[in-house]
């Protein structure tokens, strides 16, 4: 790889997670022809167009790319999420499913798998999310806040403060399932760059109506850890959608790899009772035990900065206990 085309993939690398798409395409295809440097520049070109909702044209992207690398993981990943996207939920599959070939051990690709039909786990899949928030998103804050008393943004967001310590307005920070964007306004003055991403493209209609988000974009959240730079953030934040997710290796593993070293990962999740670790509930979302996310940060190579339990929104007039966690990258 010459020192020309490394500079420049570098430089759509930045101007994708800027959010300029049209200039990220630019750069990529100027070096796209270059034999040293055409699969990374055709497939950060495949991951703008999709940013950009040019979905076939990405496709074909990711296409190219397999053609002369059948098993390029980063292709197998994107073209799986397109396909996804367009309602295509059996080649999303058999992507998804070569991905895992190609990467047997990877937790996230065991998780893109398990959200498009492929594995027996009962939490809701892709589609289910999709629909279940592009109606709710009308109605989702007031409900949320005014119905069922939720706090866990306001818990997060102090929380991180306080782990932290001392620190400037400078990270590089990205929302997991922002939503409406109830977190923005507490992650923003963090944040240098604060990067919101959601499957529902209803919910992220409402976020980009705060103004305080730089980057905003439409995906599964493990695939947009997946797709981040390694090394390339300071916090990734999560408030109260992981429970979505039947196991957090995939958060945690990722975000090991994207976050810089002393970055966070912070996130509510619902508190699990009694012995077992997880416990798959009847509204399908998943509530999560201490020790499980102790564990999860042993392995991971992160230590517990904070973790508390606290009640943050009722449920059928009952108290909902959750977990909020920031932990830090070692």
Known sequence: MDQKGAELVAQGWQRLEEGRHVEAIQVFSAVAERPDQQIEALHGRALARERQGALSEALLDCERVLERHGGHLGA????????????ERMAALDSFREAARHAPGRAAVSHLVASAGGAGFTAPLRAEVEELFDRYADRFDRHLVEDLGYQGHLALAQAVVQAAGTF??????????????????????LARRLTGVDLSSKMLSRARDRHVYDVLYRADLVYALVCSRQHSLDLVAASDVLSYLGDLRPVFEESARVLKPGGWLAFTVEAATGHSETVCQPTRRVAFS???????????????????TAPLRTQSGQQVMELIAVCRRA
């Open 76 to 87: 197998l990943m994107t073209k799986g999420s397109i396909h996804a996207a367009r309602g």
């Open 168 to 189: 400037q307005a400078d990270w590089s920070c990205l929302e997991l399932g922002c939503g409406t964007g109830l977190c923005g306004p507490l992650l923003r003055p």
């Open 290 to 308: 201490r020790s499980y996310i102790e564990r999860q940060c042993a392995e991971n190579r992160f230590e517990v900065g904070r973790l508390t």
